[in-house]
């Protein structure tokens, strides 16, 4: 990529997430007099040090938040920042009328659905799914008429996840490239942590956060690393609260799993009116739009 940048001789480098290579590649760019722009930008505010998130603040010509706390963070650290909301109120959609997803997905309208989100790496379907298998047994014990499916984003991951259903007596539906419009027809999601557990929520689907880390990878994130967050989630981390139930290392069991979604399924509304709160937190629609202008004003 130096190589590039030395012979293409950019006006911009736009960098996109990927902290670990875009750091250090946007400190080379600025040697080489190259501006650039950060969008989804390091969350050093969140999760680092302040001695971190100054070295971003003070290597980017310009940074585009996509939280307010961020804006405030990076700002107050020097950083030439802009916000106008979270780019997911733009992308995180339906594509298909709810009539028009039973139909495709051959779902009964008059069941409810569960949807089980496994991640999207391959230890996590490896070490999560049956644990979600687990739990949707419980439900389908105690909820004889839920429906359950899984959203599919990856192809890459359809042989091994057909190898771990057939080790399990639950009968659930692969929807390969429909992830929110399954979420839309979700009276609960069980998600693995990570942005899917936002998207639940814009969407408007009661969710279940769960995760589970190897004690060494934990070890290392608590006592070396001293992650001290109150919690996981990013709906919580955003509204100072525990909207979202986070199941995470002991606590992620079949058992505890089944007992926060049966309460779910029978009271929605005890998790659903706490999403606006969530919802204020990411601004207005439209920010990909400015995010483009603030480029092209660059």
């Given at each position: 990529?130096?190589?590039?940048?030395?012979?293409?001789?950019?006006?911009?480098l736009?960098l996109?997430?990927?902290?670990?290579?875009?750091?250090?590649?946007?400190?080379?760019?600025?040697?080489?007099?190259?501006?650039?722009?950060?969008?989804?930008?390091?969350?050093?505010?969140?999760w680092?040090?302040?001695?971190n998130a100054?070295?971003?603040?003070?290597?980017?010509?310009?940074?585009?938040a996509?939280?307010?706390?961020?804006?405030q963070?990076y700002?107050?650290?020097?950083?030439?920042?802009?916000?106008h909301?979270?780019?997911?109120?733009?992308?995180?959609?339906p594509?298909l009328?709810k009539?028009?997803?039973?139909?495709?997905?051959?779902?009964?309208?008059?069941?409810?659905?569960?949807?089980l989100c496994?991640g999207?790496r391959?230890?996590e379907?490896k070490?999560?799914?049956?644990?979600?298998?687990?739990?949707?047994?419980?439900l389908?014990?105690?909820?004889?008429?839920?429906?359950?499916?899984?959203?599919?984003?990856?192809?890459?991951f359809?042989?091994l996840?057909?190898?771990?259903?057939?080790?399990?007596?639950?009968?659930?539906?692969?929807?390969e490239?429909?992830?929110?419009?399954?979420?839309?027809?979700?009276k609960v999601?069980?998600?693995?942590?990570?942005?899917?557990?936002?998207?639940s929520?814009?969407?408007?689907a009661?969710?279940?956060?769960?995760?589970?880390l190897?004690r060494?990878?934990?070890?290392?994130?608590?006592?070396?690393?001293?992650?001290?967050?109150?919690?996981?989630?990013?709906?919580?981390l955003?509204?100072?609260?525990?909207i979202?139930?986070?199941?995470?290392?002991?606590?992620c069991?079949?058992?505890?799993?089944?007992?926060?979604?049966?309460?779910?399924?029978?009271?929605?509304?005890?998790?659903t009116?706490r999403?606006?709160?969530?919802?204020?937190?990411?601004?207005?629609?439209?920010?990909i739009?400015k995010?483009?202008?603030?480029?092209?004003?660059?």
């Amino acid at each position: 990529m130096v190589n590039l940048l030395k012979k293409e001789r950019p006006d911009l480098l736009i960098l996109i997430d990927a902290q670990g290579f875009n750091v250090p590649l946007a400190k080379r760019a600025r040697k080489l007099g190259i501006k650039t722009c950060y969008y989804i930008a390091p969350q050093e505010w969140l999760w680092g040090t302040e001695k971190n998130a100054r070295i971003v603040a003070q290597t980017l010509d310009k940074i585009i938040a996509i939280f307010e706390e961020e804006y405030q963070s990076y700002r107050a650290l020097g950083a030439n920042v802009v916000y106008h909301g979270h780019p997911l109120l733009d992308i995180v959609k339906p594509t298909l009328s709810k009539e028009e997803a039973l139909k495709r997905f051959e779902l009964n309208a008059a069941k409810p659905i569960v949807a089980l989100c496994p991640g999207s790496r391959r230890q996590e379907f490896k070490t999560l799914l049956p644990i979600l298998l687990q739990a949707g047994e419980k439900l389908k014990g105690q909820f004889p008429e839920l429906q359950f499916a899984i959203p599919l984003a990856s192809p890459k991951f359809r042989e091994l996840l057909e190898k771990i259903l057939r080790l399990s007596p639950l009968k659930v539906k692969i929807i390969e490239g429909y992830t929110y419009d399954v979420l839309t027809l979700s009276k609960v999601a069980l998600a693995v942590s990570g942005t899917i557990v936002l998207e639940s929520i814009i969407l408007g689907a009661p969710v279940v956060m769960i995760y589970k880390l190897s004690r060494l990878t934990e070890f290392i994130g608590r006592k070396i690393l001293g992650f001290k967050l109150s919690y996981f989630s990013l709906p919580n981390l955003l509204a100072r609260e525990k909207i979202v139930p986070e199941l995470v290392q002991e606590d992620c069991t079949p058992e505890k799993i089944f007992a926060e979604a049966a309460s779910m399924l029978l009271n929605p509304e005890k998790q659903t009116r706490r999403f606006p709160a969530v919802l204020k937190k990411l601004g207005q629609p439209g920010a990909i739009r400015k995010a483009a202008e603030e480029i092209l004003k660059m």
